[in-house]
């Protein structure tokens, strides 16, 4: 069992950054893949970045590509993603995720966070 809680989010204007970090329980932590989801209102949850168990491995969407970059700290039991270069298409609710591989589906993730509000003004 994995508990996620995230923290980062918050109001920036275009061209801003912001890290959004994942904290998690339990002893497990560095067996999982973490990716970060975000969702709009009336859209399905998508994929932003992930990352495998040891960090060897990142995908990234290509909306974000060049401009994000996820990070993990097995010791602190902690996901990073990085958000540089922000537009306002980037506003969204931002999810942390942990599952068995580093996929793009949301189905291939076990456990998932509160989520946390970003919002990027024109």
Same mark, same amino acid.
């Given at each position: 069992q994995v508990q996620l809680v995230e923290s980062g989010g918050g109001l920036v204007q275009a061209g801003g950054s912001l890290r959004l970090s994942c904290a998690a329980s339990g002893r497990t932590f560095s067996s999982y893949a973490m990716a970060w989801f975000r969702q709009v209102p009336g859209k399905e949850r998508a994929i932003v970045a992930a990352i495998s168990?040891?960090?060897?491995?990142?995908?990234? #969407? *290509? !909306? =974000? %590509?060049?401009?994000? @970059?996820? !990070?993990? *700290?097995? #010791? %602190?039991? @902690? =996901?990073? &993603?990085?958000?540089? !270069? &922000? %537009?306002?298409? *980037?506003? #969204? =609710?931002y999810y942390c995720a942990a599952g068995q591989a580093t996929r793009i589906m949301t189905r291939e993730y076990s456990y998932w966070g509160q989520g946390t509000q970003v919002t990027v003004s024109s």
């Open positions: 168990w040891n960090g060897g491995y990142t995908y990234y #969407a *290509d !909306s =974000v %590509k060049g401009r994000f @970059t996820i !990070s993990r *700290d097995n #010791a %602190k039991n @902690t =996901v990073y &993603l990085q958000m540089n !270069s &922000l %537009k306002p298409e *980037d506003t #969204a =609710v």
